[in-house]
Nanobody
């Protein structure tokens, strides 16, 4: 059974940076597409970035394009989300997920079968 654990969240000032990690156990992440989602209470979960298996492509939502970068380190069984130029609107619980579907044009939560429990990111002065 694949288990995912997010880490790296916290409180940061506007304009600051954070790097989230998604570390897997139980299975290798190498052959999975990995996605990062975020959710604010009362709003729908938003897919913000995903990376294909084999590093063959990445997707970014318009809301994070140019500010966030997704990457993977298969040796560490970990996927990262580098978040720069953070804004208060980025405040949310961030989740990583593993699955089999990938597109450079879209990202759907039902493509992902395994989910972490989330890490809180708060952007505030």
């Amino acid at each position: 059974q694949l288990q995912l654990v997010e880490s790296g969240g916290g409180l940061v000032q506007p304009g600051g940076s954070l790097r989230l990690s998604c570390t897997a156990s139980g299975q290798t992440l190498e052959h999975h597409a990995i996605g990062w989602f975020r959710q604010v209470p009362g709003k729908e979960r938003e897919g913000i970035s995903s990376i294909a298996s084999g590093n063959s492509g990445a997707y970014y939502a318009d809301s994070v394009k140019g500010r966030f970068t997704i990457s993977r380190d298969n040796a560490k069984n970990t996927v990262y989300l580098q978040m720069n130029s953070l804004e208060p609107e980025d405040t949310a619980v961030y989740y990583c997920a593993a699955g089999w579907g990938f597109s450079t044009a879209a990202m759907m939560s039902n493509w992902f079968d395994y989910w972490g429990q989330g890490t809180q990111v708060t952007v505030s002065s």
